[in-house]
């Protein structure tokens, strides 16, 4: 257990070299902005906490009651772009301040002023970046937040899930202290009240994506020109030329593939079984549209199904939601559209099809022969082109 923890910390730390991280930063900044330092504690306590009520502790609970949080999420944004605008605003701020106070009394809770008021928006706020954060999470977390979801949350997924949170809040926490510090020795206070206004600027911008539904496309644009897997060397060349393959990769014959199971919607394609495709060679892959790392293998996955579909290739995406917004139907059918994704796509939302591929992360690939045999599988980003070679295999394989 206690390198499970350890392998969590790092994982969490890594992340803020994620591509998909950085643009909470101007978030973090704008939002430890105006106050001490002690603000940058309280912003990582709100940021912690609702991180992890909501991907662990609530995952298992919103999947049951087929709930989802996208009104939750719209909240969140809602939150953050007003804290942008106490920013941008000296009048709304005062506003904030004022409302803030006489709501607090009326809780009957013990204030003391501007210092009280402060710490609460900064939790609000630390909160309001928390839920948008979630989507960063990486396969170690996915995991954790898959095994909540089928089995419900346990003593050892909160505990993985802390160490993650806690290896995440230092990297994170150096960057809002070290701009608020950067912000309070900018000079004049009017410097600093421009820089300030500029970061609310980014919170409210970034609220009007969230709650326009415009977040999406911007991120998969993004992710398309952002080097994916920083620090492997790995980039993501999202473009239709074929890879540079190796001579061969060496096929192993892991057993029958696991029928489709629990699908609950199809997109782009009528029905399939993987009895009905015996003949053909099947690319099942799982994924789910907000994930990042799924983001940046999905330009590789269109240009396989365009350029072998006609010898005989089939893929089938299993969108398996990892964050509860994933579990709506309507959002998945946006997000394929968005996207330009043309392959088949079964929605799982019960982890049926998860479970019986005993898979564990997002993305995942499984690489199925004529037999219906799964004689490959390949985890996470990378290796493109051994994996374009594997299907180049399979579809020179006749079916016996």
Sequence with gaps: MVPLLAFAFVAGGMTIVSPCTLPIVPLLVGAAASGRCQRVTWLLVGFGAAFLVVTVVLASALAAAGVT??????????????????????????????????????????????????RRR???????????????????????IAAAVTGGPSPQTVLVASA???GAAIPLGLVAWGGQRTISAMG?????AMLQRSFGA??????????????????TAVSAVVPANIGVGASAAHDAAPNPTPGTVALQDLGLAPELTGITAWINSGPLTMASLRGKVVLVHFWTFDCINCLHVQPYVKAWYARYASAGLVVIGVHT????????????????VQDGVAFPVAFDPSFATWNAYHNEYWP????????????????????????????????????S
Excluded: K
């Design 188 to 192: 004049t206070p009017r410097r600093r």
């Design 69 to 118: 949080t996208d009104v939750l999420r719209t909240i969140a944004a809602l939150g953050l772009g007003v804290a942008g605008a106490t920013l941008v605003v000296p009048w709304v701020g005062r506003r904030w301040e004022a409302g803030s106070f006489r709501l607090a009394r009326l809780g009957g809770a013990v204030v003391t002023g501007d210092r009280s008021s402060s």
């Design 202 to 219: 980014c919170m409210v911008l970034s609220a009007a994506l969230i709650i326009t539904g415009l977040d999406l496309p911007l991120e």
């Design 321 to 336: 939601p990892e964050l509860s917004f994933e579990r709506d139907l309507a959002n998945v059918r946006q997000a394929v």
């Design 364 to 399: 995942a690939f499984y690489f199925v022969d004529r037999r219906g045999h799964i004689r490959h599988q390949h985890f996470g980003e990378g290796d493109y082109a051994a994996s374009e070679q594997v299907i180049r295999e399979l579809l020179a394989e006749q079916a």
């Design 122 to 144: 900064a939790m609000l706020s630390g909160a309001a970046i928390g839920l948008l954060w979630a989507p960063c999470v990486g396969p170690l977390m996915a995991a954790v």
């Design 164 to 166: 993650y949170l806690a």
